[in-house]
C-alpha cells in the first residue's frame, strides 16, 4: 500500500515562506507523476503543482512564480517551496502520486496570516 507523509507545514506571516516535503514509500517513486493539492475552508481541493516523472512541471496560475515544486528520487521524495506566501494559499496541502490511480498522503496544515 502507497504511503505518503506530508511534513513542513506550519503558521507564516504574508511574504513568508514554507517548505512542504512528502516522503514516499512502497512505490517505484520515479516513474510516479507527483503533485500538490490544496483545499481552503469551504472550497473544493484544487491542484496547486505537478512533476512528472521526467521532471516536467504544472503550475495552477495563482501560485505561478511564487511556489516551485521539485523532486529527489533517491529519497523518494518530493517538494514543494512557497514563497511570498499570501493568507489566500492558507488551506490543507495535500501530497499525491499518480500512476494509473491517485493516491494521497493525510495532509499538512498551512496558514498564512495576514
Known sequence: ???LVESGGGLVQAGGSLRLS???SKIIFSIYRMGWYRQ????????VATITSSSDT???DSVKGRFTISRDNAKNTVYLQ?????????GVYYCNAYRRRDHWGQGTQVTVSS
Not at 40 to 47: A, C, I, N, T
Request: net charge negative; aromatic share 4%.
Open 58 to 60: 504544472d503550475y495552477a
Open 1 to 3: 500500500q502507497v504511503q
Open 40 to 47: 481552503s475552508p469551504g472550497k473544493q481541493r484544487e491542484l
Open 82 to 90: 512557497m514563497n511570498s506566501l499570501k493568507p489566500e494559499d492558507t
Open 22 to 24: 512528502c516522503a514516499a
